[in-house]
């Protein structure tokens, strides 16, 4: 099953990268037919083995395809115009976490101008005194311009269009709430019953006094809503190193299996009660996903765990690696663009190593007492989790908590107290409002692991970020971890060698990349809102010439880091320089504008009040670029001047980032 799952997981890759679903299709045949030709005919079992791998591959790639939606002729990306308002009817799918300016929301669409389509879109409302939040399985109607996500302004930045492509969103929209047309008929389905249910646990626990942080941590580890958490608090738990525990996982579900294990534990051990026991489970299980609204980590963490429960039943020892890999294999033909999801490749590291390493991380020492014996688990636990997520998230990140092992051995016990009360108080909750001796104790229990976690991620010298991590360098570190895990499972001397040859991998793609970049000179003009940033870059070394405050140097760092540099110098912007062998003059006013140079680079700052025409006749620049720093309605007047005199224009917020070559 593991190789089957892996050819799964490859073809799903190399789908993504086909345009076409007939290629994908043509090779699943081919590879079937192959294997079928194999099975008929005397053949060594290696290419048997290698012929089912084939046909993995190629079902992955099958998968991909069907279900990219774009590939349909009836999505709504093919009914899209270019510039122009269209009537969208859509039902609304799904919540999501709100940003500082708008909340968002996930539609699937169902008509674009009287047309009947179908697919996902992203309707961003920008927030004000009157927004309110729109209920799950709403009809509505608006009218609005359908754009695709920005690609990113500035390099090395995350590229969100990206991120939402493979979740089936290919574009977006801005709408005020007050201009959309709600319908009164809602979309009767699994989705709104869940949302129901939700909203009705969300109001009892207010009726019950409980205090804004604590339903918002409660929401997030026991229904999988994040939207209301606040960000000092999510940064806490980042630094701390336990931002998984604000997701629901295997971890959450984890603990109600042993919740249930211990009730049964009361029961006869005889067969009937088993079946019980395994029956109840599934269940609970499944029940509890529906409460957590079916988001994908939670239909990850309880698809693997039923089967855990299945291989308990049967009393097999491999039951959790083959329940690991039976269930990445159901979720990639059911959503094969799940292997891009970070949440999907963080939950099937973590639990990866943890079945496969730490049983023997535990051997390493027996310890005597039931506190030790604890205590060694959790520790091993948290070791393994980490070092299988180690590479993802240095890769992803570029950050490690140093407190990562403290963090997870003094939350633990928090964790287990929260989620026993927790599934006291849910039930609870769905029935009516819970006495205040209960919601007191789990407040007490919640406030005191965010007091805990406040004081760990409060030591900034033990977060390390800004490691530089390229996806060639995440592989190889990989491949030194299970040569490492190869080598603690076999014990043979021999073993060394392949610890050896992975950690020569891992060093010669270390040295590429620092190589890659030593000899490398660029000068680039970030896109910043307000202000002006201006980077040279001379092989690891950068200078800055900004008027960034401190706060907002997130995407100067984020460049640095991508490019293994040290330290950034920051340096106040020059009126004027030569750049690469070309003159750069930067205006900000109509002074800076008479000093000019002719056949220069101009960039315009801080809305300059000047006469760009006659500038253009003065200088005859060889190009004109206005950065984030001034108003919308002055680069738009000054693009119209650049056109009617043929002069290259770059606006970054329109284009990004800008090179000076």
Not at 11 to 28: R, W
Not at 240 to 260: E, K, N, Y
Not at 592 to 614: E, G, V, W
């Amino acid at each position: 099953m593991p190789r089957i799952t892996v050819g799964l997981l490859a073809g799903c890759v190399l789908g993504s990268y086909s345009t076409h679903v007939l290629e994908a299709v043509s090779c699943f045949l081919i590879s079937l037919l192959f294997v079928f030709f194999l099975l008929f005919v005397r053949s060594a079992k290696w290419l048997r083995g290698l012929g089912i791998l084939f046909l993995a591959i190629s079902l992955g790639m099958l998968s991909e395809g069907l279900h990219r939606e774009s590939n349909y002729p009836n999505h709504y990306t093919h009914f899209c115009k270019n510039g122009k308002k269209q009537l969208v009817e859509a039902v609304l799918r799904e919540q999501l976490k709100s940003t500082a300016y708008a909340k968002r929301y996930v539609l699937q669409v169902q008509k674009i101008d009287q047309q009947a389509c179908f697919g996902k879109l992203l309707l961003n409302c920008p927030k004000n005194n009157t927004a309110v939040d729109l209920p799950v399985g709403l009809r509505l109607q608006c009218e609005t311009l359908i754009q695709q996500a920005n690609k990113p302004l500035n390099p090395a930045a995350f590229d969100y269009g990206n991120y939402l492509s493979k979740k089936n969103i290919y574009a977006q929209a801005w709408v005020q709430i007050n201009r959309i047309k709600r319908q009164s008929a809602y979309q009767i389905d699994a989705y709104y019953y869940a949302d129901k249910l939700r909203n009705r646990i969300s109001t009892h626990l207010k009726q019950a006094g409980c205090e804004p942080i604590v339903a918002a941590i409660f929401n997030a580890l026991l229904l999988g809503q994040q939207q209301d958490i606040p960000t000092d608090i999510s940064k806490d738990y980042q630094y701390a190193g336990v931002v998984h525990i604000l997701s629901v996982s295997g971890l959450h579900v984890g603990f109600i299996i042993v919740l249930l294990r211990v009730c049964f534990s009361l029961f006869p051990k005889n067969r009937k009660f088993q079946y019980l026991e395994l029956l109840v489970s599934i269940l609970f299980l499944w029940a509890f996903a529906f409460v957590a609204g079916l988001s994908p980590s939670v239909l990850r963490a309880v698809t693997v765990f039923s089967f855990v429960s299945l291989g308990l039943f049967l009393h097999r020892s491999s039951s959790n690696l083959n329940a690991l890999f039976v269930s990445a294999f159901l979720l990639l033909l059911a959503m094969p663009q799940a292997v891009f999801d970070i949440g999907f490749q963080l939950s099937y590291a973590a639990l990866l190593f943890i079945f496969m390493l730490q049983p023997h991380l535990k051997k390493w020492y027996h310890p005597k007492t039931k506190i030790g014996r604890y205590l060694w688990e959790n520790c091993t636990l948290s070791l393994a989790a980490q070092l299988g997520t180690l590479p993802l998230s240095l890769y992803y990140f570029h950050q490690f908590p140093g407190l990562f092992l403290v963090a997870n051995l003094l939350l633990l016990p928090f964790l287990a107290g929260i989620m026993g009360l927790g599934l006291v108080c849910l039930v609870w909750l769905i029935i009516a409002v819970p006495p205040p001796v209960l919601v007191a104790l789990l407040s007490w229990c919640i406030n005191s692991m965010n007091a805990v976690i406040h004081v760990l991620a409060s030591a900034d010298n033990l977060v390390f970020q800004h490691i530089p991590c390229t996806l060639e360098m995440a592989v190889s570190l990989y491949l030194l971890l299970f040569a490492l895990m190869y080598g603690l499972s076999k014990r043979q001397f021999s073993n060394l060698f392949y610890v050896g040859f992975a950690l020569i991998i891992v060093q010669l793609t270390v040295v590429t990349a620092v190589w890659k970049t030593k000899y490398e000179h660029e000068i680039v003009l970030f896109h910043c809102t307000r202000y002006t940033a201006l980077v040279e870059r001379n092989g690891n070394d950068i200078i800055a010439y900004t008027n960034l405050p401190e706060s907002k140097r997130q995407p100067l760092l984020s460049y640095a880091t991508a490019h293994f540099a040290g330290p950034i110098v920051f340096r106040k912007l020059p009126q004027k320089g030569v750049v690469n062998g070309q003159t750069l003059c930067i205006i900000d006013t109509a002074t800076a504008a008479c000093t000019s140079s002719k056949n220069s680079i101009i960039l315009l700052r801080n809305s300059p009040k000047i006469n760009l025409d006659q500038l253009i006749q003065t200088c005859h620049p060889k190009a004109i670029v206005a950065d984030g720093s001034n108003y919308k309605t002055y680069i738009k007047r000054w693009k119209a001047s650049c056109m009617h005199e043929k002069i290259p224009f770059h606006a970054t917020g329109e284009k990004g980032f800008y090179v000076v070559n």
